[in-house]
């Protein structure tokens, strides 16, 4: 087992990507620590763990550095430290925003480009982004990234060990116009995990992101079947990815089969982008 004896904490586990991640985790032999903004959720990935050493399901808004601090406090009094963090929390829209304009102009675009007329309809959503949507999703992604980190450092320092796995994207590398305050936030994350490696790496401490593609998981399931086929057909393996497959490079990244790897990026994206 590759995490056998190890804590780790994997934030916006109830589903997708954090659900598969903490359930891989734990068969690995790692006391999983599943955090959610909605308890039910975090207590379901728990109770479907198959693992040794069991799990914790802890709610909290990982945007709201007293609950992530209030977290940290309770896994240091039961659990005693953290030797593995894993920042997957995050949202694909914000509030208010229109999915259903978007994915409409977006259909529009494709049907255009297929006819040969090219583009004429524009997305737009830049312009019409709000305030509200904006700072949520930064205060999740940045903001929940950085105050999970802080907190789960102080811990990890005391024994001068430790990973850390943070969620990007590949929108971080591409750049998606449909979402870009997604891709700001996803691309802020991997220069945030490039800073943190250099900083803590003489502890002994490892930071390193991921950048998946289109993945099938509840944040995806409402993409269009004409957008996703789009997609896929811009995907050289012609497929979306699985939880499975992000979930494995987590366990790479967080097992000391990476022990020379910091302040890197891996992107299991079947082809999507390729640098």
């Given at each position: ?202 502890r002994g401490i490892r930071v390193n992101a991921i950048c998946p593609g289109y993945i099938d998981t509840p944040m995806t399931e409402r993409t269009s079947p004409l957008i996703r086929a789009a ?22 990244l967080a097992s000391d089969d990476s022990s020379f790897f910091t302040g890197q990026w891996l992107s299991p994206n079947g082809g999507l982008f390729i640098a």
């Amino acid at each position: 087992m590759k995490l056998k004896d190890k804590v780790a904490l994997v934030t916006g586990g109830g589903s997708g990507l954090g659900r598969a991640i903490a359930l891989l985790f734990a068969e690995e032999g790692a006391h999983v620590v599943v955090n959610e903004v909605r308890l039910d959720a975090a207590e379901q990935t728990v109770s479907s763990m198959k693992g040794p050493a069991g799990g914790r399901a802890i709610q909290a808004d990982v945007a709201d550095s007293a609950q992530v601090k209030a977290m940290f406090a309770t896994i240091e009094r039961e659990l005693g430290t953290v030797d593995i963090l894993v920042n997957n929390a995050g949202i694909a829209f914000g509030p208010g925003d229109d999915r259903l304009e978007v994915s409409r102009k977006s259909e529009a675009i494709v049907m255009e480009l297929l006819s040969g007329q090219g583009a004429q309809t524009h997305l737009d959503v830049t312009q019409n982004l709000s305030d509200e949507s904006w700072r949520r999703m930064l205060a999740v992604h940045i903001d929940g990234t950085f105050f999970c980190t802080r907190e789960a450092l102080r811990l990890m320092s005391q024994k001068n060990r430790g990973a850390i796995v943070n969620i990007s994207s590949v929108a971080a590398l591409t750049g998606l116009e449909v979402v870009p305050h997604y891709s700001a936030a996803k691309g802020a994350i991997l220069a945030f995990t490039r800073a943190v490696a250099r900083d803590v790496a003489s502890r002994g401490i490892r930071v390193n992101a991921i950048c998946p593609g289109y993945i099938d998981t509840p944040m995806t399931e409402r993409t269009s079947p004409l957008i996703r086929a789009a997609v896929i057909a811009r995907t050289p393996l012609r497929r979306a990815g699985e939880p499975h497959e992000v979930a494995a490079t987590a366990l790479f990244l967080a097992s000391d089969d990476s022990s020379f790897f910091t302040g890197q990026w891996l992107s299991p994206n079947g082809g999507l982008f390729i640098a």
